[in-house]
């Protein structure tokens, strides 16, 4: 296990309403990054907080927005929740920015279902 | 990550045989790159890196080759074990920033 936790496990939302993720990074990780996986594809990049502020962004729309909290810890926000939303969202989290070669270690997912 | 629908290429490899996974990458630029396993459920988990300056890395049962010249990168697993049932990512960091772009996935069955 890598020390990523992620709640909830999973969650069930209806079209329009806004939703909470939440990510605790592994001890000693200040970096946290977000992941979009639909079914069969690989993950995708949402956008990635250092040091409490958005550092990096995918191409997703603005109502995907996040925070970092001085714990390191992240919250990941998607309002006017659309069916295609359905998926697992990773978190992520790294030691340290701006090398580009700190590993990612992702936690167990969120698997939102919008209906 | 690249829309593959629901059909993930597929390896089929007998138990205690080696298994070889391939993946191409598009950036030359991309300086860093990640192997990850991810079991059905779970999120991706890191297997082994290697950085532009080497071509080979080796790790417990698990090589990573990367070719620079044809940009290709692979993963070698050595005598499969049913616990390596899963499907396998590569992905690779372009250096600017810690952002990961993820191939398409492999997905690896165990013959018994």
């Known amino acids: 296990e890598t020390g990523v936790t992620q709640s909830p496990t999973h969650l069930i939302k209806t079209r329009g309403q806004q939703v909470t993720l939440r990510c605790s990074s592994q001890?000693?990780?200040?970096?946290v990054s977000w992941y979009q996986q639909a079914l069969g594809q690989g993950p995708q990049f949402i956008f990635q907080?250092?040091?409490?502020?958005?550092?990096g962004r995918g191409n997703f729309p603005p109502r995907f927005s996040g925070l970092q909290f001085p714990n390191y810890s992240s919250e990941l926000n998607v309002n006017a929740l659309e069916l295609d939303d359905s998926a697992l969202y990773l978190c992520?989290?790294?030691?340290?920015?701006?090398?580009?070669?700190?590993?990612?270690?992702f936690g167990p997912g969120t698997r939102l279902t919008v209906l | 990550g690249e829309n593959v629908g629901l059909h993930l290429p597929t390896l089929s490899v007998q138990e205690g045989d080696n298994s070889i996974i391939n993946c191409a990458y598009s950036?030359?630029?991309?300086?860093?790159f990640i192997w990850y396993k991810q079991e059905s459920g779970k999120g991706p988990q890191f297997i082994i890196d290697?950085?532009?300056?080497?071509d080979k890395r080796q790790g417990q049962r698990v090589t990573v080759l990367l070719n620079k010249t044809v940009k290709h990168l692979s993963l070698q697993i050595a005598a499969t074990q049913p616990g390596d049932s899963a499907v396998y990512f590569c992905?690779?960091?372009?250096?600017?920033?810690?952002?990961?772009?993820f191939g398409k996935g492999t997905r690896l069955h165990i013959l018994p």
């Open positions: 001890s000693g990780h200040n970096t």
């Open positions: 907080y250092y040091r409490e502020e958005e550092n």
């Open positions: 992905a690779e960091n372009r250096g600017r920033d810690d952002k990961i772009i």
């Open positions: 290697i950085r532009s300056n080497m």
């Open positions: 950036n030359s630029a991309s300086d860093y």
């Open positions: 992520a989290s790294s030691q340290q920015l701006g090398q580009g070669t700190d590993t990612q270690y």
